[in-house]
């Protein structure tokens, strides 16, 4: 039943390629600037946390596959300037993960900083210093549950690539649906490559969170 996907199975490999692409990338960029958002929105003050929030309402509140349509066509046309596809779906991906994983590290940070600030603060420690030795580290480690969810959110959310054409694996499973007229087993097939991608990643995901988590702040 399902043997004739061997012959396609080199447009499936490729489509996971660059759907593992489009979902690691943007997150760990997203995470850089997810930190360095949720870091500013805690200690910059009331411009900056604004600024921040209007950030990450704006991608937290349109939908993805937009956002990579604006990337791609809207913002390129009104510069007048030309766009490879893969980079404005990673920048549009990066942006909408930043501002989740904002909203993740900002809780866990808020989780601990204040006890654990004046306790740092208490012995000498300069404000700079408190943040980098004693908040963050324990922060990081809460917010591991909930990168967990914005890893598996991301993964599948690889799929609106294919509104610019990007050969993701959901982009790819559609063409091989086209041509061989075979949808239920070409679509139960892609879903099993997520299912095994996903499922896997995150297992792992819960053990590193359960050998390090902190007692007391369990997610």
Known sequence: ???????????????????????????????????????ADVYGGKIASTLINVYVEFFRGSPLIVQAILFYWTIPDLLGIRIDRLLAALLAFTLNSGAYQKGYLKGAIEAVYEDQMMAARSIGMSKLKAIRHVVLPQALRIAIPGWTNEY???????????AIGIPELANLSTSVASWTFRSFETY???????????????KVLE?????????????
């Open 1 to 39: 039943m399902y043997e004739f996907l061997w012959e396609y199975l080199p447009y499936f490999l490729l489509g996971l390629k660059n759907s593992l692409i489009l979902a690691l990338v943007p997150l760990a960029l997203g995470f850089l600037l997810g930190l360095f958002a949720a870091l």
């Open 152 to 162: 598996a959110s991301m993964s599948m959310s690889t799929s609106a690539a294919i």
């Open 188 to 202: 139960t097939f892609t879903a099993l490559i997520y299912f095994i991608w996903i499922f896997s990643s995150v």
């Open 207 to 219: 053990i590193i969170y359960e050998k390090v988590k902190i007692p007391g702040f369990e997610a």
